[in-house]
């Protein structure tokens, strides 16, 4: 008759670190009504792409899932499998900007193709298939998301990820967007990442020296930390410039 009651101690033991780690990394970053709020607004700009619905995920500096949102009334209403990638695009951006250095996910695209410096990072740090499919679909890309609190890992290398800076120029974590085209990601998570106040970027490697996408020339050959243009009108879509301390 003791032992239900002395498991189920055991197991809250167990998890109340869990828990309270996930939560730590999140603090000071956009929650979901944030996210959401900023993501709708700048997916209903002028981007470039096909103007479709988008998600939207912010993780902590350790990886941790803090939030996920969709612009779109229901999960059906975008890509089902641009969740997944938001995230993934998310957890690159992190993963792969430091204190002084920012380099988006579309900064990753020319060196990671066969022949690159960078060939094979994509297959690196693979995505944790359990966390990105468990839960309920109904509780995708609302506050209750069953990727809050947990990593998932994966790296991207198209346009849509960012990392998040602070006003002290402090790195807090990344932003990943996903749902239309890799273009208009980029710049969707670039005007959403702006409304948010977390575009402090200390450097990059663009020729601004910031982390906005570089494309190629219709004719050029992968190089650099370039990327390819997606058919649309998205390189002629103006974007803020970052902000400075």
């Known amino acids: 008759m003791t032992k239900l009651p002395v ?28 996210l959401k709020q900023a993501l709708a607004n700048a997916r209903k700009d002028a981007n470039g792409g096909f103007n479709l619905d988008m998600w939207g995920t912010v993780v902590a500096t350790d990886g941790t899932v803090c939030a996920v949102a969709h612009t779109g009334a229901k999960v059906g209403d975008q890509w089902l499998g641009s969740r997944v990638i938001s995230a993934q695009k998310a957890n690159t951006a992190n993963a792969f900007s430091l204190p002084g250095l920012a380099l988006s996910t579309a900064n990753l695209y020319s060196a990671t193709q066969p022949g690159g410096s960078l060939f094979g990072l994509q297959f690196s740090n693979p995505v944790d298939t359990q966390v990105a499919y468990a839960g309920s679909a109904a509780d995708f890309g609302t506050a209750k998301d069953p990727l809050v609190g947990a990593r998932i890992g994966g790296v991207n290398v198209f346009g849509g990820g960012l990392a998040l800076y602070d006003a002290k120029g402090t790195r807090v974590g990344a932003l990943g967007v996903s749902g239309d085209s890799s273009c208009a990601d980029h710049n969707i998570a670039w005007k959403t990442r702006h409304a948010l106040a977390l575009d402090y970027v200390p450097a990059g490697v663009s020729p601004a020296k910031d982390d906005n996408i570089v494309y190629l020339d219709k004719t050029e050959q992968a190089n650099g930390f370039k990327h ?7 390189d002629k879509v103006t974007l803020p410039p970052v902000r400075k301390q």
Not at 16 to 30: K, N, Q, S, V
Not at 228 to 234: K, S
């Open 228 to 234: 390819p243009l997606c058919g649309g009108t998205e």
């Open 7 to 34: 498991l189920a101690l055991l197991c809250s033991s167990l998890l109340l670190p869990l828990a309270a780690h996930a939560g730590d990394g999140c603090d000071g970053l956009p929650n979901w009504q944030q």
